[in-house]
């Protein structure tokens, strides 16, 4: 194990993770915790939180990738940072082992308090090609390359004239009938929209959607005639809802079967594939001394401080989607849990600062209970669907849907200079429009340069013209012909 690199030696609050709840909870503790002498440490992977609820609108062209990020440097000031994954955790002797993000060797890192909140990520299935073909829709990076994707594909696309492999480049698949492969598939719908009218070499019926989903419903958030409804106006877009259906196989063509009897389906080709059926507890916690519970979940109480059958761990805390939080309101998962969503880990990790804060004072702790507001989703410009739970509940579809989408998240962003930022890109946008504009090779940015820098061949000398018989040259070089000729040879 190499030695620690320049950390600060003082009692430290340890956040295993810079999504929602480590970034809130590092946010509301850095000035309490280092005005008593401590430090509040953040340990992830990468530099920024990412606002996972908005990267369909970026890969729809709707919000600048930037825009839905939030910089850990720029807001955690009093935070100390620490660019690594978390690989194991030795609550018994207060320890974690961090690997650099850099790739530097693993190193110790004491503590005093822990907050697990390593989030989730994406579940897939020992599905054949998956691992080759598919793109998630988890990441800021999976978002951009997904919009740059489609763009490439339409302008591609257009261009060829072999029928099946025009098809190909045509078809988008989304495989996922939730929250996210619902809005992903109907942004990235209004952005090819959008792009095959600019280009006239291409029909709009010539792009083809589908959406996989392998329950009989969609969106299990909304109500049952609200998911109907969204059916219905995903197959008035051309889009095709492929209900009870699965993915069976991904190498070569996309072959799908039949739920639940697994008879074959459909077989088509696709360059686009997009994965977005679920998430999973971020493994790393397996690799601890806390408990978890079947699903991977860190087991806490109520008041989120971690908990197993013997009992409380002390200075021990989670929340978030790697955490298995009681639902108090009822309204949860089957097993009595929290929805893993944006809404519960954002108001859990404030729960959990003001908890572990009062800990430090021996007072009283209060449970984390917060009824759902309901859910809004957007389809695109002006399209959306919402189940609002207010004073009631509130049904509403379309452009009013499509508002309070935007409305929520609008001030749901973490910090006011991201909301700022990512308000004005919209009403930049209401104005100006979507931008289609592709940009390429961001995966190779030193092609040009190498391009340039790299000398390139000299051209070989062309022959010489045979000389034509009866002219001066061709009689010179018979005459030089004769003189080479060896003595011996005559």
């Not at 002498?37 to 992830?44: A, E, K, N, Q, S």
């Not at 850990?72 to 978390?86: D, P, S, Y």
């Not at 004239?161 to 480049?169: I, L, N, S």
């Not at 006011?416 to 961001?442: H, S």
Request: charged share 25%; hydrophobic share 45%.
């Amino acid at each position: 194990m190499a030695s620690s690199p320049q950390l600060q030696d003082r009692p430290r609050v340890l956040v295993v993770g810079g999504g929602y709840v480590g970034l809130y909870v590092a946010l509301k503790l850095q000035k309490k915790i280092a005005n008593a002498g401590g430090i509040v440490t953040v340990v992830d992977p990468l530099p920024y939180m990412t606002y996972q609820p908005f990267l369909p609108e970026v890969a729809g062209g709707n919000i600048e990738a930037r825009h839905a990020v939030v910089s850990h440097r720029q807001h955690l000031k009093q935070t100390e940072l620490i660019q690594g994954r978390v690989t194991a955790i030795d609550h018994a002797n207060r320890t974690a082992v961090v690997a650099p993000a850099d790739g530097g060797e693993n190193f110790e890192i004491p503590y005093f308090d822990v907050v697990v909140a390593a989030g989730a990520i994406t579940r897939t299935f020992p599905i054949k090609g998956l691992a080759e073909k598919g793109i998630g829709l988890k990441t800021i990076e999976e978002a951009v390359a997904l919009r740059n994707g489609v763009l490439e594909r339409i302008e591609a696309g257009s261009l060829m004239t072999d029928p099946a492999e025009r098809a190909r480049a045509l078809t988008f698949v989304v495989v996922g009938g939730g929250f996210a492969g619902i809005e992903c598939i109907t942004e990235m719908e209004d952005l090819a929209r959008a792009a095959v009218k600019n280009n006239p070499r291409i029909k709009q019926e010539e792009v083809r959607f589908v959406l996989v989903e392998a329950m009989g419903r969609i969106m299990p958030e909304v109500t049952a005639s609200q998911a109907e409804w969204v059916v219905e106006h995903l197959r008035s877009r051309g889009i095709e809802v492929l209900l009870n259906t699965s993915l069976d196989n991904a190498e070569g063509s996309l072959k799908l079967i039949n739920l639940p009897d697994k008879t074959p389906a459909q077989e088509f080709e696709s360059d686009t594939l997009v994965w977005t059926a679920g998430v999973q507890a971020n493994p790393m916690v397996r690799s601890t001394d806390f408990p978890l519970e079947p699903r991977g979940r860190v087991r806490v109480l109520p008041d989120l401080r971690i908990a197993g059958d013997e009992g409380i761990v002390e200075n021990a805390w989670a929340a978030g989607d790697v955490a298995a939080v009681p639902d108090l309101t009822g309204k949860g998962l089957p097993d009595g849990t929290c929805v893993p969503n944006a809404q519960h880990a954002l108001r859990q990790a404030k729960r959990l600062a003001k908890n572990l804060w009062a800990s430090r004072w021996e007072k009283p702790l209060k449970d984390y209970k917060h009824k759902n507001l309901g859910a809004v989703a957007g389809f695109g410009e002006w399209k959306g669907v919402a189940n609002i739970s207010i004073l009631g509940r509130i049904g509403l579809k379309g452009p009013l849907a499509w508002l309070a989408h935007r409305g929520y998240h609008g001030l749901a962003m973490p910090t006011v200079e991201r909301k700022i930022r990512v308000i004005f890109g919209w009403l930049l946008a209401f104005f100006v429009g979507r931008d289609t504009t592709q940009l390429i090779d961001l995966d190779k940015p030193r092609g040009a340069f190498v391009a340039a820098a790299t000398p390139a061949p000299k051209p070989a000398a062309a022959p010489a013209p045979a000389p034509v018989a009866g002219t001066p040259a061709a009689d010179t070089a018979k005459t030089e012909t004769k003189e080479a000729v060896p003595a011996e040879s005559k």
